[in-house]
C-alpha cells in the first residue's frame, strides 16, 4: 500500500499518536559474528534514512537552493526534534547525497545519527556549507541503486530502513526506473518520494506533466510508502518538513491511493528515456 498527502496536511500530533515499535532483544555478543548478529536483531536506532537529492540542471539555482535550505532547517526545527524523540529509541541515523546522472552521485553527509539538537545542529550547519552543484541528466534507478549498499555501510541498524527521493523530472538516464525499486523493495527498503512541480512542464528542461502520478506508481515503494508533491515554491521548505516528520515519525499519511501490480501506472514508467530518445535520437 503506497500512500499520498498535501501539503500542510499533516499534524504533529497526529504523527506522534499510537502504538511504540518494540526492538527485538540482542543476543549476547563476544565474537565477531555475534557482534554482526547484534547489530541485525536489535536496532538502536529508530529509521536509518538516506536523504537522495536531484541537482540536475533542470533544477534552477534558486530551486537548488530552497532545497537545501528545506532540509537543513526542517532537521533543526522544534516539530522534528519531537517526533525523534517520540520514537523508541529517541534517535535517528541520516545521510545526505546529491544525484543526476547514472554515474553522478556525490555524499555530502556520511551517515551520522541525529539524537537530539546538538547533532541536529550539526548535521544542518554541514548541508548549508557544502556549495551548491547542478549537474547533467536525471537517473532516479541511478540514485536507488547507489542508495542501497549504503544501508549496509551504517554501523546503525534502525527499525525502518527508507530511501526519501527528491526530483523535478522523470528518470531519463540509466537503467529503468522499476527494476531499481523492485532491488530496494526485495531488501525491505521503503522509497518514499518528493516531486517537485513547481515550474510548468517545459521542452527544454524535459519536465512532465502529473510527476506526482509517476513517482506514486513509478518510483515509491515498500509498506507506507508516500509522496508529498511540491506544487508552490512558497511551501517548498514546508513540504520538505512534513516528508521528513512522517518519516521520523514512523507514520504515513491519512488519505490512500492504493496501486496494484496488476494496473497499469498512469503515466509511463519510461516517458523520461522516450522524451530524450524523441529529443537526441539516442
Partial sequence: MRWYVSIGAVLVAGMLAGGDVAAVAAPGAGTEPDRRVEKESSPSVDVEL???????????MDELA?????YAQAIV???FLQALKAGPNGKISITYFEWAASNDQKVIIPWRVIDGPESADAVSAEIMKTPVRRAS??????????AIPMFDENPHRGLRRVIDISGDGPNNNGAPITPAREAALE????INGLPIMVKE????????ENLDWYYEDCVIGGPGSFVVSIKDREKFKE???TKLLLEVAGRTPERPIVRTAEKEPRVSCT???KIWQDRWGR
Avoid at 538516506?50 to 534552477?60: F, Q
Avoid at 530552497?66 to 528545506?70: F, L, P, S
Avoid at 531488501?187 to 521503503?190: P, S
Wanted: proline fraction near 2%; avoid cysteine; aromatic fraction near 8%.
Fill in 77 to 79: 526545527s522544534k516539530e
Fill in 271 to 273: 516517458i523520461g528515456e
Fill in 201 to 208: 512542464p517545459s521542452y527544454s528542461t524535459m519536465d512532465i
Fill in 66 to 70: 530552497i532545497q537545501r535550505e528545506g
Fill in 50 to 60: 538516506i536523504l537522495a537529492t536531484d541537482v540536475s540542471y533542470s533544477m534552477d
Fill in 239 to 241: 513540504a520538505i518538513r
Fill in 187 to 190: 531488501k525491505g527498503i521503503v
Fill in 137 to 146: 541528466r536525471t537517473s532516479i534507478s541511478g540514485a536507488i541503486y547507489f
